[in-house]
């Protein structure tokens, strides 16, 4: 048996006899001849037969010689071919997948993600997607993280009580892990500088096009940092990191990477306001947050922005306070095209000011125990940040609904499939 | 201020001034000198100081000169320091941390796991694990797979209704995702060949020393197989994959890593059982395994052993059969030094079978009705395999606890730290 060859090598095969296999993508019935365009993770390659050929989305392996043919894709088409099934389809796809573009709307997509997701404008999403995750992956290994993977099955609902999935756990009340926060922090003082990249759960009641019940989470943590603006600088990189590697991916789907500015602006919350003309405000909203960043775009041309120093109030209670301005904190978010993209900052590291912290907000200390017990044995100061890899891939595709870049989501009235 | 080195690269540094960051590894007060040993990612950097120093666990930075001492570790120490406080611990660890060994039981180990694991060699396991799980994905990566992140709470319990976890789904009843069986196997559909990294949940009732109620599983996928010996041969790269990549971190832990022989020495079931001297065994015990391994190390000089051709009621019901001897099933294990470490197997790809096999078990389809869908719309022939990353590096390491090896374990009493 001739051994399997790729769509994309046909053009180098000239004048070989070689076997292919894939999808049927569009099977086109001319009067004396019958064009299959066969699919598969390369690209596309043209077989010319004669008779009825079979319907799209059928499996087949094709033997035959290689011809340039310039009006192929590639350039190169295979003919004299013997054609042999490896599946058969019983229906239909929902929506034809070998038009350039796609009509289906989400919820189609969405109940027939398995078969959808072949068409090749979807599917690319999620080579972008997978790019930029390895981008975050080898940018931190880079710079000496290393990868964790932390339990998501947690005995207390430690960040926000309300958005919390439970879980029975061997006869037990248990939740979903929100955020892998409080491992993270605890294995920095392990192993100095660490990151994972898994799910999170939140029990989210909003039917909006930002929020999922599970999303990918890419989080980093790291040691003896001077302030935050260590690891805002550390998070440029890895951003810089992700785009690289996607870059090949979203050319594919003809979309240009954004610029990663050397520095990437930065205004404080309150210089935010000033400039939003609302110094009222306690929070930033999502208009707030587009403002900013046209802003941003106009006046140095960056898609990014980072705004720092949000006031104390509105970070969770590990966040460190600004040492000259106590009642803003050492936290920043970064805001990518209108949205908020990842949140971090620099964290407590001394157990009394933890103490202190759950103190000040009313909160008992108990449910946190054994992580407030890791600040007793020395942490250096440290921070960190996390960024939802499904919003970050929606941002560089410009696409308002998060579902659509993830694989099978969940929410609020979603669990299948 | 002089920015930070680290204690690896004190060597090349004498006769310089730097500054040094880490943990108090160990305090040697003696007559007219005081020696603090600095822990930090890369290793250990002595500093010879006078006065008291401070207990161990405090965390510090050192400016100093950077002289030649033999005697020091990797030959330099830092002379003339000035020591600034970053962090004071205000108890001791549970045990030494600078002793060469640890005598501390698992349980404290466990319980105190965010001091324990900062222990060289309790560290050292889990830099093994984060160098493998690279290695997975580079080779995978290489092999044009694509990485994938699915859902983590599920509709149904597929797989084995028993041992699953329960969620409260905005007020609906969901599991926790056993595997990514089912949507691995639609993604072959989209992207051919697939890979995921990913937690998975067992509510396993067993208190033993190689189940955990959440593990990372290795998983893969690929289509257009010929048949399971395929798969056979990609989780053979695969493997030795992820043996090059953690080669460094054993060396750290003087562990040398496992050979794997080109071709994986193989024995179909029936033949296993033969050679067992137990031919009326429907299925292998632990036992089984371990004189399987034994013999396929006496015999072939392999610590891996492939079993294949397991009998088709002991398998899933997705597995494909044995076309020739279809009792019996194209699935496998995988055995390293006794233990199965891998199970994997080509499955059912056409429509029809699906539902053939699970009216054979007497099984409803509908629970299944999403992921059957999948199967009308033309699905190549295609397998995949399975790997626990906790019991990888405890076969690596010679660990028999799979605990010891797991940052946070989760099991049927366990749920802190």
Redesign the interface.
């Known amino acids: 048996m001739i051994s ?1 060859v790729l769509a994309a090598d046909l053009p180098s095969r000239v004048g070989q006899h070689v076997s292919i ?4 993508h569009r099977r086109r019935v001319l009067k004396s001849v019958t064009f299959l365009v066969v699919r ?3 690209g596309l390659a043209q077989v010319v037969t004669t008779g009825p050929g079979v319907p799209e ?3 087949i ?1 094709v033997s035959g010689l290689v011809v340039a043919n310039p009006q192929a894709p590639g350039g190169a088409e295979l003919t004299s071919p013997a054609v042999s099934l ?6 239909p ?1 929902p929506f034809d997948l070998y038009r350039p573009g796609y009509s289906a709307t989400l919820p189609t997509i969405l109940d ?4 959808a ?2 068409h090749p404008l979807l ?1 690319g999403q ?2 972008v ?2 790019a930029s ?2 981008g975050f ?1 080898s940018t931190l ?1 880079s710079l ?1 993280f ?10 207390s609902a430690t960040e926000s009580g309300s958005s919390v ?6 006869g ?1 009340r ?1 939740f ?1 892990a929100q955020s892998p926060q409080l ?1 993270k922090q ?2 920095v ?5 660490v990151y994972e ?3 999170v ?1 939140r ?1 989210e ?1 909003h039917d909006t096009g930002r929020h999922l ?2 999303y ?1 989470s890419l989080d980093a943590e790291l040691g ?1 940092i001077s302030s935050h603006v260590d690891v805002m600088a550390v998070l440029r990189t890895v951003v810089a990191g992700m785009i690289t590697s996607a870059t090949p991916a979203l050319a594919r789907l003809s979309v240009a990477p954004p610029t990663v500015p050397e520095e990437i602006p930065s205004l404080h919350f309150t210089a935010a306001l000033e400039l939003l003309g609302d110094s009222g405000a306690v929070d930033l909203s999502p208009a707030h947050e587009r403002a900013l960043s046209e802003w941003a775009l106009r006046e140095h041309g960056s898609e990014f922005l980072f705004v720092t120093g949000y006031p104390m109030a509105k970070r969770p209670f590990y966040t460190h306070p600004d040492p000259t301005r106590p009642g803003y904190s050492n936290g920043f978010d970064l805001l990518f095209r209108g949205v908020e993209l990842v949140t971090g900052g620099q964290r407590l ?4 000011d933890y103490l202190a912290a759950l103190a000040a907000r009313g909160e008992d200390p108990e449910p946190y125990a ?2 407030l ?2 600040f ?6 440290h921070g960190g940040f996390a960024m939802g ?1 499904e919003r970050w891939t929606a941002g560089l595709l410009g696409v308002s609904n998060i579902r659509q870049v993830t ?2 989501p ?1 929410d ?1 009235h979603r ?3």
């Open positions: 399997r296999a894939g999808w049927v598969d993770r390369s989305e059928t499996v392996s490896l599946s058969a389809p019983s229906a796809p027939n993600a398995s078969v997701l072949r599917r999620f080579e997607t997978a995750a390895a992956r290994d000496e290393t990868e964790i993977h932390t339990p998501k099955i947690v005995g999935f439970g879980v029975s756990y061997f037990r248990a979903l491992f605890a294995l003082g392990v192993f100095e500088r990249v898994g799910p759960f029990a009641p019940a599970q990918t003896f590291h001394n157990h009394a054994s992580y017990d890791t007793r044995y020395g942490m250096p100061p890899l694989l099978f969940r609020l669990l299948n499939p």
